[in-house]
């Protein structure tokens, strides 16, 4: 492909509604109705977002599956100066959702890619959970399988950062209950639900708490979900080496209550983060 010359199009990343129709800019119905193609990650969904707005652009898929394949192709068009759009089901494209390789691709080649900024399901979730937004972690989406959601938890136990997750609401409860194992009943998180929906829900707890009330409310577990876990408070992250080395030593002779108990008792260290601590060893 030969250089982009100075009348070569530009490739817009643009979001779309995560739910309520009434969340999308009006740039980004302009950006839509006025390039040469939209690129989707499922062209059937997003024509039913266009006719929505009476936008009759042509479109073409463009996923997980065949993202590498078609990113030449949107590159020879922008080259030869058509704009381009891309957009996925649902919120701002490439945030746990297909685009990556194409806008990696494109900034290579010196391409224009120009955001149109608009709804985000971690952001909106975090924008009202309640937790610490100075500072946090997107981690996407939890594995599906207990054993290596366990590990990913694990991986992130002694993260101080608040931690936005995504995960599917069928599988909510095994989800809080591998938390419960992994960093304690009392760590406080946030299940943001259906988000600018009919059914929208957002709720907080402690882990042990939010486990009881999914499992009384099985329409909670339906539709899509954010997932926000409190970081390790900081009395848990100043806990020093020769405490942490004294607390496993004593958990190799006592349940974990019992040797959190008389570490707290020895050190002046906070016996909930210690608790939470001991939990990250298992």
């Not at 309640?130 to 594995?143: H, K, Q």
């Not at 929906?197 to 907080?204: L, M, P, Q, W």
């Not at 486990?211 to 100043?238: C, F, R």
């Given at each position: 492909?030969?250089?982009?010359e100075e009348?070569a199009?530009?490739?817009?990343i643009?979001?779309t509604?995560?739910?309520?129709l009434?969340?999308?800019?009006?740039r980004?119905?302009?950006?839509?109705?006025?390039?040469?193609?939209?690129?989707?990650?499922d062209?059937?969904?997003t024509?039913?977002l266009?006719?929505a707005?009476?936008?009759?652009?042509k479109?073409?898929?463009?996923?997980?599956?065949?993202?590498?394949q078609?990113?030449?192709?949107i590159?020879e068009?922008?080259?030869a100066?058509?704009?381009?759009?891309?957009?996925?089901?649902?919120?701002?494209?490439l945030i746990s959702d297909p685009?990556?390789?194409?806008?990696?691709?494109?900034?290579?080649?010196g391409?224009?890619?120009?955001p149109?900024?608009?709804?985000?399901?971690?952001?909106?979730?975090?924008?009202?959970?309640?937790?610490?937004?100075d500072r946090?972690?997107?981690?996407?989406f939890?594995?599906?399988?207990?054993?290596?959601?366990?590990?990913?938890?694990?991986n992130?136990?002694?993260?101080?950062?608040?931690?936005?997750?995504?995960?599917a609401?069928r599988?909510?409860?095994d989800?809080?209950a591998?938390i419960?194992?992994?960093?304690?009943?009392?760590?406080?998180?946030?299940?943001?639900?259906?988000?600018t929906?009919?059914?929208?829900?957002?709720?907080?707890?402690?882990?042990?708490?939010?486990?009881?009330?999914?499992s009384?409310?099985?329409n909670?577990?339906?539709g899509?979900m954010?997932?926000?876990?409190?970081?390790?408070t900081?009395?848990?992250?100043e806990?020093t080496?020769?405490v942490e080395?004294?607390?496993k030593r004593?958990?190799?002779?006592l349940?974990?209550?019992?040797?959190?108990?008389v570490i707290?008792d020895?050190?002046?260290?906070?016996?909930?983060?210690?608790y939470?601590?001991?939990?990250?060893?298992?």
């Amino acid at each position: 492909m030969t250089l982009p010359e100075e009348n070569a199009g530009t490739l817009f990343i643009v979001a779309t509604p995560i739910g309520n129709l009434g969340d999308i800019s009006q740039r980004a119905i302009d950006t839509l109705r006025d390039v040469d193609i939209i690129a989707c990650e499922d062209t059937r969904h997003t024509k039913k977002l266009l006719s929505a707005f009476s936008i009759n652009g042509k479109t073409m898929s463009l996923h997980d599956h065949n993202e590498r394949q078609k990113q030449e192709y949107i590159g020879e068009q922008l080259t030869a100066g058509n704009n381009v759009a891309l957009v996925s089901d649902a919120g701002t494209p490439l945030i746990s959702d297909p685009g990556f390789h194409l806008v990696r691709y494109c900034r290579q080649l010196g391409l224009n890619v120009s955001p149109v900024p608009g709804a985000c399901a971690a952001i909106a979730a975090l924008s009202v959970a309640g937790l610490p937004t100075d500072r946090f972690a997107f981690e996407g989406f939890l594995p599906s399988k207990s054993g290596a959601r366990q590990a990913t938890l694990q991986n992130v136990a002694n993260e101080t950062r608040t931690m936005v997750f995504y995960d599917a609401p069928r599988r909510a409860i095994d989800t809080v209950a591998d938390i419960v194992t992994v960093l304690g009943e009392e760590r406080y998180i946030v299940i943001a639900r259906e988000l600018t929906k009919t059914f929208e829900t957002i709720h907080s707890a402690k882990a042990g708490e939010m486990h009881a009330w999914l499992s009384n409310d099985p329409n909670q577990l339906k539709g899509e979900m954010v997932l926000i876990i409190e970081g390790m408070t900081a009395s848990a992250s100043e806990i020093t080496a020769d405490v942490e080395r004294a607390l496993k030593r004593v958990l190799k002779e006592l349940p974990p209550k019992k040797a959190c108990a008389v570490i707290a008792d020895l050190y002046s260290v906070n016996k909930k983060a210690l608790y939470e601590l001991s939990l990250s060893y298992k």
